[in-house]
């Protein structure tokens, strides 16, 4: 999957599911029970024991899914993880080494940031989108849409601090996708391996996405 192909991906679908959990079969179940609900996204973070072999088996298995790695901090992680076979690497701050390296390699890429100097500068070094992050603790939603008033060509991805209560504001606010961890993926869900919730879970997610960039395309 190509680099292009990625970005469309997390432009149309509009959700980032965020997988940080204690095992590498939680992680598969995680990221194979939200492709099975209409997410074919997935962000293995490395604090995940075993991420890597995760994201080389997902890679190989569902070749229709964009599976990247999550809390890239440096370019020899960024290395292992295109290696392995991610189609994206994003990082919870702007770490111009990984930019530079994605870029190198032609990977979708997506620090995060949380200033508007962050922010540019994730922007210009080359980042396909820019993470806002953590987006809860400093405002929510308008936090956001005061960001996309001066910088509207700035794709962003609202994170932390999204649920079903600030889903929809955070898309009608501009952001152009939203990141999801437990509020997607329940620790409850997982170790019971309850598909089943987490699928009707995705799909109001994905409705309220679908519903809320309908709306802002009418009034805003």
Not at 32 to 57: F, H, R, S
Not at 196 to 204: M, T
């Amino acid at each position: 999957m190509k680099r292009n192909e990625v970005c469309v991906y997390i432009e149309e679908i509009g959700i980032l599911p965020s997988v940080r959990v204690v095992s590498q079969d939680l992680a598969r179940f995680a990221a194979e029970t939200v492709y099975a609900a209409g997410i074919p996204i997935a962000e293995i973070t490395l604090t995940t024991p075993g991420a890597l072999d995760v994201i080389n088996d997902l890679a190989n298995r569902y070749p229709e899914m964009a599976v990247g790695a999550g809390t890239v901090l440096d370019e020899e992680s960024a290395r292992k993880c295109v290696d392995a076979g991610a189609r994206f690497l994003t990082s919870p701050g702007f770490v111009p080494e990984v930019v530079a390296y994605a870029r190198k390699t032609d990977i979708c890429v997506f620090p995060g940031a949380l200033t508007p100097t962050e922010i540019i500068a994730a922007w210009k070094a080359g980042s396909d989108f820019v993470k806002i992050f953590p987006t809860g603790q400093v405002g929510g939603t308008q936090y956001v849409r005061a960001l996309k008033s001066p910088l509207p060509q700035v794709p962003l991805i609202a994170t932390g601090g999204v649920n079903q209560m600030t889903a929809s504001d955070f898309i009608l606010a501009g952001a152009t996708a939203i990141g999801l961890g437990a509020e997607l993926l329940p620790k409850e869900a997982l170790h019971f391996r309850q598909a089943d919730r987490i699928h009707e879970l995705a799909g109001r997610f994905l409705g309220m996405v679908r519903d809320a960039r309908a709306l802002r395309e009418t009034y805003y």
